[in-house]
């Protein structure tokens, strides 16, 4: 009795879909907080593989998974779901995770966002695609709609959890019924990893398209970087107006650089872009995001 007791008072401890909303949101800036930190400082991995494939990766996915693996083996949740108050149990029993739980629990909140994000990276800047990775897309199309529907039977409380992840994994969120156990270390460093977390939502919100379109109008575009004095034979060469600064043409498919403001073909834009990563006229870095199509009135 004492056991069926434990259990329906864990099925009461029930949080609402906006808390375990929320704490996605935030496990889902980790990533891109750590990726524009190490993009700063350089610490990135470079190097020629085999032939011509290059290996270019960062450290922010094996920071990411040592983080979430740190915290679902001290409290049983993830990083966001332990900022709100939440943890992972067995949906049977309401027991906390066994150490297999916990790897699975870390790799899959790892490499399912790092692998969709790549993907929809290398899909936005028009890069040729394999038919597998055109094949991932439609399963990550298909998970979402599923994690969608399961989210609507958790929410008129059909369904035990929210996500299919957690189906599979016979896995539940709830409040847990005491606090969990740890030596004042821990407790000091997770504390203070939760205190970034208003800093990884400030870097997400500096970061956003949305807040940069927004603030584009307010500031002046850069000036280009300063070369020496041209002769005036080289000075004749220079792109003249209606004219690419890449090819030196007539522009076609006019695109602007939102960092920059200079405007380009598409085609020579998105190709120096592949290659250097910078706008060609100021060097400052750039995205495929920062890129805007001109339309003729």
Known sequence: MAEAASVRQNLQNVPSIFEISAAETLDNLIYPALSKIFDYFGLRLDFKLWGSLRVREEFS??????LQYLY???RASSFGESFYGLQRTATATGELLTRQQQFTSATLLTILPYVERKLRSRSA???GTYAWESHLISLFHAYNASKAVHTFL???KYASSHSPLFRALRLTLRYPSEPPMEDKWTYVFLKGLEVLAFFLQFIQWWYSNDQRRKMGGTLQNPEPMQHPELPHELKDTLPKNGECPVCLLKLQTPTACAVSGYVYCWKCIVTHLKEKGTCPV???PITIDDLVRIYES
């Not at 996915?61 to 040592?66: A, F, H, K, S, V």
């Open 61 to 66: 996915p094996l920071i990411t998974w040592i």
């Open 72 to 74: 679902l083996r001290k």
């Open 125 to 127: 800047r028009h890069e």
């Open 154 to 156: 958790y929410l008129i």
């Open 282 to 284: 100021t060097s400052y």
